[in-house]
């Protein structure tokens, strides 16, 4: 995950800013903002209109892989292979689509925000910021 989000610093197509934010904390943080939706991968935190986003562990994973490669489809077999890892076997495309609806959901609890993530027919998905509602 980590080598996706540095491999997108560098095409810069998501702003991505890194500070630290306390004495205790020397690393700096890895934040992406795309529109009013914020996410900090080392807090594992997600905000829209700086509202905190509860996910799932999973739903936090999938979101991470896709808004750090914006417009980049991922196949089903490539979110199993890249989210659940050695555990890929016991999920299906339905999982993912269970687990990709749940996070539209919480990202879009307001009906003016727009939709993050969009299906690619028999595909997989991809993370557009620029959706409309």
């Not at 903002?33 to 999938?62: A, M, W």
């Not at 879009?108 to 998905?125: K, Q, T």
Request: negative net charge.
């Amino acid at each position: 995950m980590q080598y996706i989000l540095e491999q997108e610093v560098c095409h810069g197509s998501a702003l991505i800013s890194c500070h630290t934010s306390s004495v205790i904390e020397k690393n700096p943080l890895t934040e992406i903002q795309e529109g009013e939706l914020y996410l900090c991968l080392e807090h594992r935190t997600v905000r829209v209109r700086e509202r905190i986003i509860n996910l799932t562990s999973k739903e936090f994973d999938i979101l991470a892989l896709l808004i750090a490669n914006p417009k980049r489809v991922f196949t089903y077999e490539l979110i199993t292979d890249l989210v659940w890892k050695e555990d890929c076997d016991f999920y299906s495309r339905k999982a993912i689509h269970n687990h990709i609806s749940k996070l539209r959901k919480k990202l879009r609890y307001e009906p003016d925000l727009p939709n993050y993530i969009e299906s690619v027919a028999g595909i997989g998905y991809k993370f557009e910021q620029s959706s409309t509602p």
